[in-house]
């Protein structure tokens, strides 16, 4: 059973940054990504990494977020630069079991219990 921990979320300001991790039970090879979720919108992808290192974003958070990995530790990371208001959400990560993800909600079986992000005007 693949276990996901959040953590790093925070209150910030906007125009701060804050650095997510999500540290993995096991090791895995497959797609791994973040998503979020506001209060009353659906959970929707914010960037995603296939097997084979590439990664997308959502329009909304290119340029200033960043996603990578640590495979030594088992670990995916969420840098977050330049937050807005509209970046407040719950936070998860997710990992699939297949290759490529594709930020598609469908495509991952696992989750974390989420990490929360407040930006505030």
């Known amino acids: 059973q693949v276990q996901l921990v959040e953590s790093g979320g925070g209150s910030v300001q906007s125009g701060g940054s804050l650095r997510l991790s999500c540290a993995v039970s096991v090791y895995t090879d497959r797609a791994m990504a973040w998503f979020r979720q506001a209060p009353g919108k659906e959970r929707e992808g914010v960037a995603g990494v296939d097997s084979d290192g590439t990664t997308k974003y959502a329009d909304s958070v290119k340029g200033r977020f960043t996603i990578s990995q640590d495979n030594a530790q088992n670990t995916l990371y969420l840098q977050m630069n330049s937050l807005k208001p509209e970046d407040t959400a719950m936070y998860y990560c997710?990992?699939?079991?297949?290759?490529?993800?594709?930020?598609?909600?469908?495509?991952?079986?696992?989750w974390g219990q989420g990490t929360q992000v407040t930006v505030s005007s």
């Open positions: 997710a990992v699939s079991p297949y290759y490529r993800g594709a930020l598609l909600l469908g495509r991952y079986d696992y």
